[in-house]
């Protein structure tokens, strides 16, 4: 299968993600180009976040020579908009499932099962950012990762 080919395979619910990602793009007056579109489908279809070198591993069944800058463009364009986040704890890339911005608060992840948890709190971001201005320093993400263990993990 080749990279056309992806897309015209996706379901109607990751054409309308697409659709709706390239609304996104438009507004803000970028492009939502076919390899990001694969990037985007790909990250979406791996409901519990995906790592980068399993989407260029998926990527090489399309390109079999895709060098790892194939893969990592189109993670910094999808994060530079809004698209996608990064669980940096577990070096996963997840989809917005708001599709319109990152939500602002927090995101708890458990270092044992790898549950995670997003929590959106506007008031607690403001808080963060005055600290951080306070402070001298410029926050650039809207999610405070949190690493602690879940209930389940933590009482076994």
């Known amino acids: 299968m080749n990279i056309e080919e992806f897309i015209t395979s996706c379901t109607r619910r990751e054409k309308q993600i697409l659709q709706q990602a390239t609304g996104i793009c438009e507004k803000k007056g970028v492009r939502l180009t076919t390899l990001r579109q694969v990037v985007l489908i790909l990250i979406y279809r791996a409901a519990d976040g995906v790592k980068a070198y399993d989407i260029l591993r998926e990527i090489r069944q399309m390109l079999p020579n895709a060098a790892p800058a194939i893969v990592y463009r189109p993670l910094h364009f999808l994060l530079h908009t809004s698209l996608i986040y990064k669980v940096n704890s577990c070096q996963i890339f997840k989809i917005n499932q708001l599709n319109t911005r990152i939500v602002p608060g927090a995101l708890f992840v458990c270092p044992l099962c790898n549950k995670q948890t997003l929590v959106e709190d506007q008031g607690l971001m403001q808080d963060l950012y005055r600290l951080l201005k306070l402070n001298h320093y410029a ?18």
């Open 139 to 156: 926050g650039e993400e809207n999610i405070l990762e949190i690493v602690a263990q879940c209930e389940n993990c933590a009482t076994s």
